[in-house]
């Protein structure tokens, strides 16, 4: 855990360096180039592993569970009805849609489910919480982090330019950005570019994407609990096996973010308290997309990761294209 904390470092120092550059983004970065160097691979594999496995699931769970002191209750009744139904329509849309690519092209075990999820909620973090669910390996996660990163990064390039020819005003931008963009410090790498209007409302339009995190895993998990087999045995043994082995409806974490909104909403907490919870839950899971990025191998995806790719960048059009016309109808239907 002391390397991957490490790496969070150097990512922070390159953050305040280049501020256009999300702060997760480059811890992400950072271990996947670090992945690529031989040399460093023994040491990835063997002595480190424990401590980045633990780091990219413990610490993933908890920044989770932080993100939901971020998002109030008050803030999302204020979008209106229609944006909100908005949202809800391009997250599950959204998902379905690019489900049904990665089963298309044969993606292979979790990796369909997995993209979906983070393309459609909330980038790495939806990955990590799907994989908790389904109890996925971390193989499995390794490129759907890799490619909500890749176009988390494309987009903070990308949509600004796109602004003008979509004749966007700024609160427009950011609702846009706040739709289609995955993680929350790429949203604000993105918006801040259109202006504090934007900003401001491209983090509440995405935090509600967050929100969305917890009705989705659930039904995951239902459907993972109906799928999961049951050892053969007597009648009592099955019952162990199933309470043991099935996968939780909801993980624990989720339901510990769903808590921390509810504290936000109902609770005055001082903002010196917001202040050191939003620090504590970037620097893990800046710790944890360390890790994270430390199973991604550029030469098995160039070998296997082709479909994934195509599934990533065609869902990323796809959210992209929905959200300029979800804008259009919760600004000018």
């Not at 391009?90 to 998902?95: A, E």
């Not at 390039?157 to 796109?162: G, I, S, Y």
């Amino acid at each position: 855990m002391s390397a991957a904390g490490a790496a969070a470092l150097a990512a922070f120092l390159i953050h305040l360096a280049v501020p256009a550059v999300p702060l997760l983004t480059a811890a992400v970065a950072l271990g996947m180039i670090v992945a690529q160097i031989p040399a460093l691979r023994p040491l990835l594999d063997g002595p480190l592993k424990p401590g980045l496995s633990l780091s990219a699931r413990r610490l993933l769970r908890i920044g989770i569970v932080l993100l939901g002191l971020k998002l109030s209750l008050v803030d999302i009744a204020g979008l209106g009805v229609v944006t909100i139904v908005a949202i809800v329509m391009v997250v599950v849309l959204t998902f379905g849609v690019t489900l049904l690519l990665g089963r298309m092209l044969g993606l292979p075990g979790r990796q369909p489910l997995l993209i979906a999820a983070g393309f459609s909620i909330c980038g790495a973090s939806a990955v990590g919480a799907m994989s908790a669910v389904t109890r996925a390996k971390d193989s499995e996660s390794a490129t759907p982090i890799a490619l909500v990163t890749l176009c988390g990064t494309l987009a903070i390039v990308l949509l600004p330019l796109a602004r003008i020819p979509l004749g966007f005003d700024a609160s427009e931008f950011g609702t846009w950005v706040g739709l289609s963009v995955h993680d929350v410090g790429q949203v604000v790498a993105t918006a801040q570019i259109a202006g504090p209007v934007a900003l401001s409302a491209a983090v509440v339009v995405k935090l509600t994407r967050v929100l969305t995190l917890a009705p989705m895993v659930a039904i995951v998990g239902a459907v993972e609990r109906r799928r999961a087999p049951l050892s053969s045995g007597s009648a009592d043994s099955a019952v162990d096996e199933r309470s043991s082995k099935r996968p939780p409806i909801v993980p624990l974490f989720v339901l510990g973010f769903l808590a921390a909104v509810l504290v936000r909403t109902l609770v005055p907490l001082p903002a010196g308290v917001l202040e050191v919870a939003d620090v504590l839950q970037t620097a893990l899971l800046a710790t944890a997309l360390f890790a994270l990025g430390t199973g991604i191998r550029f030469a098995e995806l160039a070998r296997t990761g082709w479909r994934a790719l195509i599934v990533g960048l065609g869902s990323w059009v796809f959210i992209a294209a929905l959200s300029v016309v979800a804008v259009w109808v919760t600004t000018h239907g």
